[in-house]
């Protein structure tokens, strides 16, 4: 699976848009962009996932870049429920794969 | 949330002794995997199965085995628990189907080994 690389931490104010970005500059044609977050002591919750097209669902909206080695996902207006560790990963589509979760980018909501 | 539960949330055991912990899924979906995570490194898969009576091993699966009888319910097994096995255990469901297969966790087990 590509590798990727995400800042190790951000601040967002509350109600604020959270930015949080992504570089996978390895990426393979047949290799998804997926997002997780993990709230402390909880599951990875699933978020949103893409291939080349920008996403949008009730939760986020992921934009990757047309050369698809780089990704953002937005949080439009974020909460301090959102805080959380936020996880990139890149994948191909055939099923059976574990997903590899890296270190992530631990997001922090300031009232 | 996707319906998965996982029992015990939390056990205390002593080196040595044999423990069981269980999956149950209500989304009759194909593919159950077992991680688990720890500080450092991330979540590491142990085994997953592709079906009843269908399994295959993950990245760390030494020391582990896994069980499914029926689509609803993946169970894993330490024979003889260690303490490098504590740590917190999750299950994760997928359809299997063509494309993306995205995985659905569970609130995970907190496992400690004494």
């Known amino acids: 699976d590509a590798k990727t690389t995400q800042p190790p931490s951000m601040d967002c104010a509350e109600g604020r848009a959270a930015n949080l970005p992504c570089n996978h500059s390895t990426i393979s044609g047949n290799e998804y962009v997926y997002w997780y977050r993990q709230i402390h002591s909880q599951g990875p919750q699933y978020i949103i996932h893409g291939l080349k097209n920008n996403e949008t669902n009730e939760m986020a909206s992921l934009i990757i870049t047309e050369d698809r080695k780089s990704s953002t996902l937005i949080l439009p207006h974020a909460t301090l429920r959102d805080t959380a560790v936020y996880y990139c990963?890149?994948?191909?589509?055939?099923?059976?794969?574990?997903?590899?979760f890296g270190t992530g980018t631990s997001l922090t909501v300031i009232p | 949330d996707a319906g998965i539960t996982q029992s015990p949330r939390h056990k205390v055991t002593e080196t040595g002794t044999p423990v069981t912990l269980r999956c149950h899924q209500t989304?009759?979906?194909?593919?159950m995997y077992w991680y688990r995570q720890d500080p450092g490194h991330g979540l590491r898969l142990i085994h997953y199965?592709?079906?009843?009576?269908?399994?295959d091993k993950g990245e760390v699966s030494d020391g582990y085995s896994v069980s499914r009888s029926k689509t609803e319910d993946f169970l894993l097994t330490l024979e003889s628990a260690t303490s490098s096995q504590t740590s917190v255990y999750f299950c994760?469901?997928?359809?299997?189907?063509?494309?993306?297969?995205?995985?659905?966790f569970g609130p995970g087990t907190r496992l400690t080994v004494l």
């Open positions: 989304e009759n979906h194909r593919y």
């Open positions: 994760a469901i997928s359809e299997g189907d063509r494309g993306p297969d995205t995985q659905y």
């Open positions: 199965s592709y079906g009843v009576k269908d399994t």
């Open positions: 990963i890149v994948r191909p589509s055939n099923t059976g794969n574990q997903f590899y």
